[in-house]
T-cell receptor, first 112, second 114 residues
Framework: KNEVEQSPQNLTAQEGEFITINCSYS?????LHWLQQHPGGGIVSLFM???GKKKHGRLIATINIQEKHSSLHITASHPRDSAVYIC??????????????FGKGTLLTVNP | KAGVTQTPRYLIKTRGQQVTLSCSPI?????VSWYQQTPGQGLQFLFE???????NKGNFPGRFSGRQFSNSRSEMNVSTLELGDSALYLC?????????????FGPGTRLTVL
């Protein structure tokens, strides 16, 4: 079993829809990262969080440490949000392990 | 500030050769991590360096090695290349010192092994 599981693997939405991508992990962590990768390879860090909730523009990330679960929400989705979204964890609840373990990613396609 | 730069961007090698990839972090960032991305395995952690010290290493064979210089620039080397080493190699830098911190990724080096 992977340490980091994402769902769904693929997601197609219409412009304007509210989108949720889920990430579950099986080990204690010091932090969880949400990353975005557009076709062509470039990866951008969206959020790094260890508790609670963070918001940046139309993006919201939440984490529940007890349930070992995080969600990434996109409000008012737009075709430019089409990308692969990747969840990654720093797997050491006692402090950073200085490494990331990645989920397989969620391919999001937003149609106009 | 300039972002993370990686050179070369594309590389074609043959089996058995060795390759060196370079990564220049964002100015002031002392942590550099390396990752391999393949269609089959996705993103995998290779190693992380901070102030010239390797703090962690992923589950890769000894053919994969790296180092960091005093100016925080980092190189990774793969010896005796195999077809399966074809991948996108990404480096990321971070300002954080006590933990891994937010990762700022470079554009990657796409390595093709023939």
């Amino acid at each position: 079993k992977n340490e980091v599981e994402q769902s769904p693997q693929n997601l197609t939405a219409q412009e304007g829809e509210f989108i949720t991508i889920n990430c579950s992990y099986s080990v204690g962590i010091s932090a969880l990262h949400w990353l975005q990768q557009h076709p062509g390879g470039g990866i951008v860090s969206l959020f790094m969080l260890s508790s609670g909730k963070k918001k940046h523009g139309r993006l919201i990330a939440t984490i529940n440490i007890q349930e070992k679960h995080s969600s990434l929400h996109i409000t008012a989705s737009h075709p430019r949000d089409s990308a692969v979204y990747i969840c990654a964890v720093d797997p050491n609840s006692g402090g950073s392990n200085y490494k990331l373990t990645f989920g397989k990613g969620t391919l999001l396609t937003v149609n106009p | 500030k300039a972002g993370v730069t990686q050179t070369p961007r594309y590389l074609i090698k043959t089996r058995g050769q060795q390759v060196t990839l370079s990564c220049s972090p964002i100015s002031g960032h002392r942590s550099v991590s390396w990752y391999q991305q393949t269609p089959g395995q996705g993103l995998q952690f290779l190693f992380e360096y901070f102030s010239e010290t390797q703090r962690n290493k992923g589950n890769f064979p000894g053919r994969f090695s790296g180092r960091q210089f005093s100016n925080s620039r980092s190189e990774m080397n793969v010896s005796t290349l195999e077809l399966g080493d074809s991948a996108l190699y990404l480096c990321a830098s971070s300002l954080e010192t006590s933990g891994l911190g937010e990762q700022f990724f470079g554009p990657g080096t796409r390595l093709t092994v023939l």
